[in-house]
C-alpha cells in the first residue's frame, strides 16, 4: 500500500487492515520532517522521535496481540507550541518563557488526542504568542508556504508550522489555535482545511492564552472529514463523523460589503468560480448585507479584546523579560495598556449588540459564506518593514476575525484552481451549532474545491 499522509480515515482503514504499521507511519512523518530539502526544520520547533518510535511500537504490538485500543492508535499528528506536553517547557514561539518549568501534565486537548491514540511527533513553528496572522517569528526561520516556494512566500498565522506540515505530508493532521484566523488563515494560505469551532465547546486548559474572550482551538487538516473527527475528538462528541447533506436546497448567505473590500484579482477570481459551482449544484446563493461588520474597526481602535487580554497576561513577563520579545509584538501588548475598564465593557456591550443584530440577519440561512483571507499569500521580502507587516496582518485578519467577534463557528475551505495561488472560501455556522455547520461543509466540498480528491 502506497502510503502518504492524507485522509485519518485512510490511514485507520490502512492500520485496521494490516496494510500499514504505526511504525512505518511514525518513520514517514520522521523523514519528511528532517529532509534537508524540505521545510520541517522550519515548520517544527521540537520533535519527539524516540517517545514516537516507542508508542508506534507499543501499538503494532498491541495490534498484532489482537488487543482492544483507540480507534486511531498509532497515527503521528502534530501540534502547536502552545500546547502544555508533559515533561516539555511550553515556549509559544518565543524565548521569553525559556526558564519556566516543564509542564507537570498534558492540556486537555492534547490528553484527549492521546486518549484517541495519537501520536504526538512534535510541536509547531508558530507566530510568538500567536499574536499576527502572517506565520512571521523573529526568533525562528519562517517555514514557507508551499505554493511558489520557490519566492518565498508566507504560510499565514499564527498556526503556521501545523498548516505547512500537513501541506507538505509532513503529518495528516495537526493541532492549531484561533483567536482570529489562526487555523484558518493558514489554512487558506496553504491550500488545506482549517476549522475554528465555537470557542466554549473545545477546553482551553493547558494553553497560553491570547485573548481568554475570543481563543478557540481546533485542527488543520486535509479534509473537512478529517477536521470533523478531531473535533469530536476534541470536544467530546460521541458521534467522530457528520453526514452529508444533500446540497441541491442549501441556502447560503453570500455577505456582501466589507468582507470584499480590497479583494486580490486571484482571490476574487477563486472565490466567484467556487459560488458558480454551487450555484450548479442546486445551492440557493442569496447577497446578505450585515453593515454592522462596518463598525469592527472603530470598535477595535484601542486594541480590542485582544489588546486589553494579552496585555493583562504579558504584564509580568514585559516588567522582567521584555528584552526576549520581539520588538513587534512587543508593542503591540504594550498598546493594550491603554485600555481602561469601561473601554472594556463598551467591548463586551458592543459584542452583545453585534451578535444580536448579526442573528436577525443570518437565521434564514444554513450558513453565510464569504473569503476567508482576501489578499493571496504575500511574498516574505514584501514585509520588510513594520509598516508593510502591520497592513498585510490587517488584511489577513480582517474577514477571519469575525467569527470570533461573533463567537461563531467557522471553516475555510480551499477554492483554488489547480496550479493557482491558494485561495479559502470560508463558512460560518450558528453558536454551538459545529456539527451541522460541519456536514454542510462536508456536503459542499467537492464542489467548493477542484481540487479534492475523493474520499475512501
Known amino acids: 500500500m502506497k502510503t502518504t499522509m492524507r485522509r485519518l480515515l485512510d490511514l485507520q482503514h490502512g492500520l485496521e487492515r494490516g496494510e500499514l504499521r504505526s511504525r512505518d507511519l ?4 520522521l523523514s519528511a520532517i528532517a529532509d534537508p530539502a524540505g521545510q520541517g526544520s522550519r515548520a517544527f520547533l521540537s520533535v519527539f522521535p524516540e517517545q514516537a518510535r516507542k508508542q508506534a511500537d507499543f501499538y503494532d504490538q498491541a495490534r498484532r496481540d489482537r488487543l482492544p485500543m483507540p480507534r486511531w492508535a498509532g497515527i503521528p499528528m502534530a501540534i502547536k507550541d502552545l500546547f502544555d506536553t508533559l515533561g516539555q517547557v511550553t515556549g509559544a514561539g518565543s524565548h521569553v518563557l525559556d ?16 486518549r484517541a491514540g495519537f501520536i504526538v511527533i512534535g510541536k509547531n513553528h508558530m507566530t510568538e504568542f500567536a499574536y499576527s496572522g502572517l506565520g512571521l517569528n523573529a526568533h525562528f526561520d519562517v517555514p514557507l508556504n508551499p505554493f511558489g516556494r520557490d519566492v518565498g512566500r508566507i504560510p499565514g498565522g499564527s498556526s503556521s508550522g501545523g498548516a505547512v506540515a500537513v501541506a507538505d505530508g509532513m503529518v495528516a493532521a495537526a ?23 465555537t470557542a466554549r465547546r473545545v477546553s482551553r486548559s493547558g494553553v497560553i492564552p ?36 444533500p446540497a441541491a436546497g442549501l441556502r447560503l448567505g453570500v455577505i456582501q460589503g466589507y468582507v470584499d473590500d480590497q479583494l486580490d484579482e486571484a482571490v476574487a477570481q477563486a472565490f466567484e468560480g ?14 446578505v448585507s450585515l453593515p454592522e461588520l462596518g463598525e469592527l474597526p472603530h ?28 520588538p513587534w509584538v512587543l508593542s503591540r501588548f504594550a498598546a493594550g495598556k491603554s485600555q481602561s475598564a469601561a473601554d472594556y465593557i463598551d467591548l463586551l456591550l458592543a459584542r452583545q449588540r453585534l451578535i444580536a443584530a448579526v442573528q436577525r440577519r443570518s437565521h434564514a440561512f444554513d450558513a453565510l459564506v464569504l473569503p476567508t483571507v482576501q489578499i493571496a499569500p504575500p511574498m516574505l521580502s514584501s514585509l520588510s518593514e513594520a509598516t508593510a507587516i502591520s497592513e498585510a496582518n490587517r488584511l489577513c485578519l480582517r474577514n477571519t476575525s469575525i467569527a470570533n467577534f461573533l463567537d461563531l463557528p467557522a471553516i475555510s475551505i480551499p477554492c483554488h484552481a489547480p496550479e493557482s495561488l491558494p485561495v479559502g472560501l470560508m463558512l460560518l455556522g450558528e453558536t454551538m451549532a459545529d456539527r451541522q455547520l460541519l456536514g454542510i461543509a462536508r456536503s459542499l466540498e467537492a464542489a467548493i474545491n477542484p481540487t479534492c480528491d475523493q474520499e475512501t
Open 175 to 197: 493541532l492549531g489555535s484561533d483567536t482570529g484566523g489562526s487555523c484558518r488563515i493558514p489554512a487558506a494560505f496553504c491550500g488545506i482545511v482549517g476549522f475554528k469551532p
Open 99 to 114: 526558564a519556566c518549568p516543564p509542564a507537570e501534565r498534558d492540556a486537555d486537548v492534547v490528553a484527549a488526542l492521546r
Open 299 to 326: 470598535i477595535h481602535r484601542m486594541g480590542g479584546f485582544v489588546g486589553a487580554e494579552a496585555h493583562a497576561w504579558h504584564r509580568p513577563h514585559i516588567e522582567s523579560r521584555s528584552q526576549f520579545y520581539d
Open 210 to 245: 491570547l485573548s481568554s474572550t475570543l481563543d478557540a482551538v481546533g485542527p488543520l487538516a486535509n479534509s473537512v472529514s478529517c477536521c470533523a473527527i478531531l473535533d469530536a475528538i476534541l470536544s467530546g462528541v460521541d458521534e467522530e463523523q457528520v453526514p452529508a447533506m
Open 274 to 287: 467556487a459560488l458558480e459551482r454551487l450555484s450548479r449544484q442546486g445551492v440557493h446563493l442569496v447577497a
Open 26 to 29: 511514525v518513520e514517514l512523518s
